[in-house]
């Protein structure tokens, strides 16, 4: 059975890409992100590129890429682009995909549209991430309110970053969302260090 996830997080700069990279590593998925806002030279998708060993992934390519590295529906305005909800469909494949959102779910798509009503398009269980820092245990619980009001089916969720025991206990108390994975804070991201997560993921994914 193929497994297809979206990578959701509770705001920007939560480690994202750097967990993509290791679920695509571990179930050899193909990954997509939908949406590239900024740095252009060097995206999410060539990150996760060159932090990756396998060799079944296949790399889809955005369905927009914008200039600006903000968020989309402003970045989208700059370079004269609409962002359209009927633009997006999900990579035609048989292997297991990881698609990486661009940003928080309520960033705006364009003036109708956030990443909440793609996710309802897209229809994969969402894995959040999640990071502590002051004011994560609101921006978590909000994120997940969110999508269970939207009847969003949620996978679980990933903690990244360096560990606060009693804010993530609390989390998944209170929200009774299932925990995935933890991983530790890492100043130098390489390939060396996905493969290590990867290789422990597999035990979580059954894969």
Known sequence: MKQQYI??????EIGK???????????????WKPIQSGALDFTDTNTVQHL?????????PEAYRLNEPLSPHAAAAIDGV?????????PITDNNLIVELAGGLMV????KSTNIDLIKQLALPVILVSKNYLGSINHTLLS????????????GIIF??????????????????KLLEKVAQESNITQETVKKYAEHFRKTFCY
Do not use: M, R, W
């Not at 990756?52 to 889809?60: C, G």
């Not at 997940?144 to 996978?155: F, G, P, R, V």
């Not at 990244?160 to 969302?177: F, K």
């Open 17 to 31: 890409t750097f967990i993509s990279s290791i679920l695509t590593e571990s179930l050899e998925a193909d990954y």
């Open 144 to 155: 997940i309110a969110i999508l269970k009001s939207n009847n969003i089916d949620i996978k």
């Open 52 to 60: 990756i060993t396998n060799s079944k992934t296949v790399f889809h």
């Open 160 to 177: 990244n970053g360096e560990s606060n025991p009693s804010s993530e206990e609390y989390i998944l108390n209170y929200t009774q969302v």
């Open 108 to 111: 705006p798509l364009n003036e």
């Open 7 to 12: 990578i959701a997080g509770i705001g920007t």
């Open 82 to 90: 609409d962002i359209e909800l009927s633009k997006f469909e999900l």
